[in-house]
């Protein structure tokens, strides 16, 4: 029994067009603001978990284990992460009221989308400052 040889598709014999790749593309702050939002993301679900996952943890192990976590957390390093995190959380937001706001149809024109993506970062450090700032100023230091 013979077989038929398959015909190849049409253009098979053709290059397929390629995409544009990163490196023709111009950095804007669009695409950091996007990037940044996925990576903002999946940081607070990291860290949200994890440092809640250690609290119960340290919990559940009794007061000594509980002083521990207590002094990592209140340790330099420890603020430095309650920080970052806190800034994470501000940005995400941040960056999640500009995408409704676009969403809606608003701020498309590449003037309100730059400085609204602008405004992310500083509205997220601005945040972090006031926030750390109460905390701070609440205990009296």
């Known amino acids: 029994m013979a077989t038929r040889p398959i015909a190849p598709p049409p253009g098979a014999g053709q290059p397929r067009p390629l995409s ?4 023709i593309w111009k950095w804007r702050v669009h695409m950091a603001v996007s ?43 420890g603020a430095i992460v309650g920080i970052g995190l806190t800034w994470v959380v501000f940005q995400h937001i941040a960056s999640g ?3 409704l706001i676009m969403d809606s149809g608003e701020g498309l024109d590449l003037v ?8 992310t970062f500083v509205v997220s450090t601005l945040a972090t400052l006031a926030f750390w700032a109460f905390l701070l100023l609440g205990r009296g230091y």
Do not use: C, E, K, N
Request: charged fraction near 10%; charge should be positive.
């Open 35 to 77: 990037i940044m939002h996925r990576v903002t993301g999946h940081a607070l679900a990291f860290g949200a978990v994890l440092i809640f996952a250690w609290w119960l943890a340290a919990l559940a192990s009794g007061p000594d284990y509980y002083r521990v976590f207590q002094g990592i957390v209140i340790s330099p390093f």
């Open 20 to 23: 544009p790749h990163l490196s």
């Open 97 to 99: 009221v500009r995408h």
């Open 112 to 119: 309100t989308s730059r400085r609204m993506a602008q405004g």
